[in-house]
Each structure stands twice: as C-alpha cells, then as structure tokens.
C-alpha cells in the first residue's frame, strides 16, 4: 500500500503530461496512476508514452473515450494509497509539493485544502486562475468562512487531499460527462463528512496553468461545453439545497448563454425549465447587492 496516490486524466498532450510527471518523484510511497483517454496514435507515441520509464508509475490505455471523468473513475479502481491527489496533465506540482503532503500524511481530516499558483502554459508568465481559490484559503484561516466553504468556492479535484477510504466508503465516483466532471466529485465529498473533517492549509502545492483550447478554455468558447456545466451546476444547486452553501445563480447563467447566440440560450433555457431550477439561486443576487448596499 503506498501513502499517496496521484490521479492523471491524459488526452492528446505527452509534453505536457511528461512535465507533470517531472514534477512528481518516483519513489515507492507515491502511485502514479495515469490513465490515457484514447487518445490519437497520430498524437502521442504509445511506444514512449509518458511514465512507462518510471517505476512506481501505472499507465492505463483506455479505449472507452469517457472524457476525463471516466479516466478519474479508472484510476480510482487502480488506487491503493492512503491519501488520493489529482492533477491535470496540463498542470505540475511545486518543488516543495511532495514534502508538504508529507508533512500531512498523518493528519485526521477527510479534505485537505491547499494553496495553488497559475501560470500561462507556454511562457509561464503569471496568471489569475488562482485568486479566487486562494482567497477562500485566507478567509478561512482568519475564520470568516469555514473549511468546508473554501472547498466548495472552487469545487475542483486539484490542490486537495482525499482519504481515500472516505471516498471509497461513501462510493464517491466522477460525472462521467463532457465537462465539469469534477464538481459533483468535490461537492458530495465536501457534504457528506463533519465539519471537522475538513481544513484548509496556506501551503503552495500546485501550479495550475492555461492553455488555449484546454477543456476549461472552451467554457468561453464552446456552446456544448457550456451548456454541459450549465446542467452540471443545476444537479448541484439541487444537492445542496439540504445543505448551508450557497447556490449559484442559475438564471445569470443562463442569461449569460446568449453571447453563444440564440439557440443557445434557447437550449440553455430548456434546461431550466426541465431541471425547475431556472430560479434556484436567485436569493444569492439578493444577499449580495443587500450587502453591497449596506
């Protein structure tokens, strides 16, 4: 049984996926699990894939073409560690990320939260991608939020810990969709333990970074990729409508849809109405402009 097990969805991009893979150190304590979601023989070089070098990494060839969702689905069934981490192939850790999960493999807690960087992928100049999550991190260490509300600002798989017993009890898998596979993950997994389950540490473990035409580059571009995560997120409004989170505004989102042209918007208003959340959320714009006001 290793100590972690780090989780990588992989499509069509082996430079990228191999400077990840440099970023983590091949030792006994840390599985590597990196599943390839079909990708191209006229893109990646199966031959010299990336990780078939290294000892303690796994490399799954899944035919299935399930998008990223299904390739994290993949790996969890391959996963022994006691803790479970995920990157983006597109992403890397930092130089220190691996002594500070150390640091934490003993700790009580179900989620661990951590502080990121971003960057352009090419240049590695600085990028925002990072605020707002790291932001969260702050005010939960000042307490004016709590753990569990830093977590679900940014419901995303990177930049935590999950025991992975937790997860594997409570049968927590990933959407298995276009996009936003992520979001339902992080949520049901943030809600279904205590409160005191889950902490927040200001530690830089991971460098998020942006790419054109990456799956999160397309929520500006792609009318499909958008309407997807517009679903996504009536699914989790409707989840938490038992919890004390806040909802995202879904008619904003839905507004939003017409910059894709009408027959988006059409399809995204279609969609509120078959989910009856086309109003979920809306006291959120209310609290925020009282607040504003006051």
Sequence with gaps: MHTFSIIIPHYEI??????????IPDVP?????VVDDNSSEQKVDFEHF?????????????????????ARNVGLKHADGKW?????????FTKDAFQILDGHKNDPYDIILFKADSVDSDTYAPSDRHLQHDEAIDKAQMGSITAKEAVLTMPVPWCKMFRRDYIQR???????????NDVMFVTKATCWTNDEAVTTSPEV????????????????KDPKNYLCRLEVQMRRNKFIDKYPYPKRPIIVQVLRALKFGPKTFCKAFALGIKHRA????TSSIFKKLFTTIS
């Design 29 to 33: 304590e840390v599985q590597v699990i």
């Design 14 to 23: 082996p430079k990228l996926l191999q400077r990840c893979l440099d970023s």
């Design 170 to 180: 409570k049968g927590i898998l990933f959407d298995e969709v276009f996009a936003a």
């Design 205 to 220: 473990l991971y460098v998020i970074t942006t790419r054109q035409n990456s799956l999160f580059d397309g929520y500006r």
């Design 84 to 92: 479970l981490v995920f990157s983006d192939a597109d992403d890397f």
């Design 50 to 70: 990336p990780g078939l070098n290294r000892k303690n990494t796994l490399c799954i060839f899944d035919k299935k073409g399930g998008g990223a969702g299904h």
């Design 278 to 281: 086309l109003f979920s959320g």
